[in-house]
């Protein structure tokens, strides 16, 4: 059997070879990105875990239609926001339209329009999925883990030195303002 490289093409290869190498490495590195997405938009952790699922599913069932010049994480990203914004369109819809619902809606997009939310989500998981693997990994941990880890908890989950974390941090946002055109 031949070496998973990192690569989303080699994963994507691996996969439609059926490596159960191949599919752990693509759940151990877009497994948060994806539960990350309906989190982000308010969702409950056991909506986020059925779409992760979902999204995982479709995958599988759709490995064959993807090239290998697919960007893997780009393509879970719009999966699972596509399942997000359905999920959340068919509770708007099945809303009584009581205050309260009004208010809970509201405090989700933080007065914003949904679709200026959606847009800059949409932006940002875009950024994050050109960057190379550590930087992804550290931005998505510092900004998108809702138990706000500690540096030092990073430092460890991570494996890298706790002083570095700051500096690198830095440098991998300079990437993302490169990437999304930001320079």
Same mark, same amino acid.
């Given at each position: ?15 439609? $070879? ?20 309906? *989190?982000?938009?308010?969702?409950? %952790? ?51 339209? $009581?205050? *309260? ?10 007065? =914003? ?19 190379? =693997?550590?930087? %992804? ?15 030092? =908890? ?19 946002? $300079? ?9």
């Amino acid at each position: 059997m031949a070496a998973v490289r990192g690569t989303d093409r080699d994963l994507i290869l691996g996969c439609k $070879r059926g490596e159960a190498r191949a599919w752990r490495r693509v759940l151990d590195r877009y497994e948060r990105l994806v539960f990350s997405i309906p *989190r982000g938009y308010g969702l409950s %952790r056991e909506d986020a875990a059925d779409i992760s699922q979902l999204t995982f599913s479709l995958l599988l069932e759709g490995l064959d239609s993807l090239t290998e010049e697919s960007n893997l994480g780009a393509w879970l990203a719009t999966v699972a926001r596509r399942h997000s914004w359905r999920l959340m369109d068919r509770g708007r819809r099945e809303s009584t339209g $009581r205050e *309260r619902d009004l208010a809970e809606s509201a405090a989700l997009f933080g007065g =914003e329009k949904p679709t200026e939310r959606w847009v800059l989500t949409d932006w940002l998981q875009q950024g994050l999925s050109k960057l190379d =693997e550590p930087c %992804r990994k550290l931005l998505t941990t510092l900004y998108f883990d809702e138990r706000q880890p500690s540096y030092a =908890e990073i430092s460890e989950r991570l494996d890298m030195p706790l002083g570095s974390i700051g500096p690198t941090r830095a440098r991998c946002l $300079r990437r993302m303002r490169q990437v999304l055109g930001e320079r």
